[in-house]
């Protein structure tokens, strides 16, 4: 099953859960659940048992006050679409590009010994 880009759901969710008080792992299951993942695929991405999913995911409904994931889903969208209606800009997260190990200066001074 195809997953949506967490750059783009990031933004949108981080709105959606501000004020909540999910923790760090509720908060990465909340941005698994709106990316399409299933208890066991999140299970493996977060390298715990489908148990602890599930558990993590009743926690964050009662916490959220919804009845399940099509309602926590169906919440985040309308957040989301009320943003965008608004004109608000969604930044993504910046990408990191790695850094040569040696800078170019030192690499010529080095080769000329």
Not at 70 to 91: A, F, H, K, Q, W
């Amino acid at each position: 099953m195809p997953h949506i880009d967490v750059e783009i759901l990031a933004p949108f969710t981080a709105k959606y859960l501000e004020g909540s008080t999910l923790t760090p792992a509720e908060r990465a299951e909340v941005l698994r659940m709106a990316q399409g993942f299933a208890c066991k695929d999140s299970a493996a991405a977060a390298g715990v048992s489908p148990e602890t999913i599930r558990a993590r995911r009743k926690r964050i409904y009662r916490k959220l006050d919804v009845a399940g994931s099509g309602e926590l889903i169906s919440s985040l969208l309308m957040t989301s679409l009320n943003m965008l209606s608004r004109g608000e800009r969604i930044e993504p997260r910046p990408t990191v590009t790695s850094q040569p190990a040696v800078q170019p200066e030192q690499s010529s001074a080095v080769l000329a010994r």
